[in-house]
């Protein structure tokens, strides 16, 4: 039993988490626990946790890791403009009158606020908010209906930027660096969340499309589960498809934009996307929302103008046209900062940035609390050989390292039915992905794989998040067995998304080969 205490450490974590203990004390605990049984039991060197506090300092300190909090604050003042309901109400009229029209529109929405927002939780929420009861209305199915919003919301882990992909971007660049100092390599190449980000946006791409043709297909086969709305309802014109999609279009291409055209990094382009949140947010709620609209320009026009035609100011460059120039620059940012503090002032008043600065501490805390937690128990393991008994079973897998990988996956899926993607993330990814690497897969490649994978846990029963979000705001009427049935084909869908990357590599890899 002694030689087989790294096994029983991570049973025990497995099993303290589905007792309901909250996760990071559940991580931190067994770690303290096995580490004195180690000890005690002349199983491993307790000195090795002298390397516990460069660790936490590490992970406060990582640049990649600053880009979450930026990110969530950006999802929660979206969450709070209504810019959902907007995109909604437009798209549901656009497509409302063919069959599953109302489904490719939740799937629509979905994909922009997925790659202006990337928070799972607020997309869901306010989807099963508004869209779930129109769906109902217009005679869908309860589990169709319930199925494409879950669905719809949970592109967020997927379509860059995301949190999941700011913390396997970290994960898998550790273990590509950790594989290559185990190659003799010590020249090491890094991989950066540019890349991941890059990599994940066709196959982001793929999924919207496999989900839109099942839509469609279900729609015409089986038109009483999703069928047109009534014709009175007018459709939208053209002034107002511009207005609800120009917004999420516009902060799309200021963060993710930025971010693959090596313009700014992932943190640069998260407080980037936070001010954009920020003077959305004023402008929806109406306190001049003109001036806003005007210094929002103004930005644009100096972020733009500014890369294009840089100033500096130099003794040689005054006599030249860069004084003039440089004064135009400096309008625009007073005018576009005048408004950043006018759409600050107008947040503050309605509590809008209270309300998001607590959402965001909260999420923010709950992450890094579990990322710290599980470095802590990544030590333990690794002290208990835990480390060398991972790479021992992949290595002897049959079939390679197919097979190996197949097996990491069916892993991961199971995993997912039962714990969160931070918690997998952080503890199951470090222990395998370095073998795996080892054994020649593509860190890129395997990292979109894994992030797909990851994603079909907020839909797999019984602990899928996008579950309990859409159970706390669906009707009475909707039973919890409708809502599990309902997401069923669509995890189906995500499987054959994976097995797609998996047979063709280049929809991951292309992209962030063309670009970086």
Known sequence: MIEYLDLIMFAALMGAILLGFPVSFSIAGVAVIFAYLGW?????????????????????????????????????????????????????????????????????????????????????????????????????????????????????????????????ADVMSTSFQQAQYEQGKFSVEALSVGQFFAAAVIPGLVLVCLYLIYIVARGWLRPQDMPPVPLDIAKPDWREVVGAVIPPVLLI???????????????????????????????RIGIAPRFILLGTVALIALGILAGAFPVRFQRSDLSSGAYVLGIFYAGLAVVGGLSVLLALRAALQKQVVQEAVKSTMTMTSMIFATIIAAGFFSLVFIGLGGEERV??????????????????????????????????????????????????????????????????????????????????????????????????????????????????????????????
């Not at 993710?256 to 004023?282: K, Q």
């Not at 069916?410 to 995993?415: D, K, L, T």
């Open 40 to 168: 005690m039991l002349g199983q491993m060197d307790i000195t090795l946790l002298g390397a516990l506090g460069q660790r936490v300092f590490g992970v406060l300190t990582n640049p990649v890791l600053i880009a979450i909090p930026l990110f969530v604050l950006m999802g929660a003042l979206l969450e709070k403009s209504r810019i959902a309901e907007g995109l909604l109400d437009t798209m549901g009229r656009l497509f409302g009158q063919l069959r599953g029209g109302l489904g490719i529109s939740v799937v629509l929405v979905g994909t922009l606020l997925a790659a202006s927002t990337g928070i799972v939780g607020a997309t869901v929420v306010a989807m099963g908010m508004i869209a779930l009861p129109t769906m109902l209305r217009a005679g869908y199915d309860a589990r169709v209906a319930s199925g494409i919003v879950c669905t719809a919301g949970t592109l967020g882990q997927i379509i860059p930027p995301s949190t999941l992909l700011i913390i396997l």
């Open 253 to 283: 291409f200021a963060v993710l934009g930025t971010i693959l055209g090596g313009i700014a990094t992932p943190t640069e382009a998260a407080s980037v996307g936070a001010v954009g949140a920020l003077l959305m947010t004023g402008y």
């Open 391 to 516: 790479a021992g079973i992949l290595a002897e897998m049959p079939g390679g390292a197919n097979g190996a990988l197949v097996f990491c996956m069916i892993v991961i899926f199971i995993m997912g039915f039962f714990l969160d993607f931070v918690e997998i993330s952080v503890i199951v990814l470090p222990l395998i992905t370095p073998s795996l690497i080892l054994l020649g897969h593509d860190p890129i490649w395997l990292g979109v794989l894994i992030a797909i994978n990851l994603q079909t846990s907020f839909l797999t029963p019984p602990f899928g998040f996008s579950l309990f979000y859409l159970r706390g705001v669906a009707p009475d009427e909707i039973s919890t067995g409708q809502i599990y049935a309902g997401v069923l084909p669509f995890i189906c869908l995500q499987i054959v998304g994976i097995t797609l990357i998996w047979l063709l590599p280049d929809l991951a890899t292309w992209l962030p080969k063309a670009l970086f």
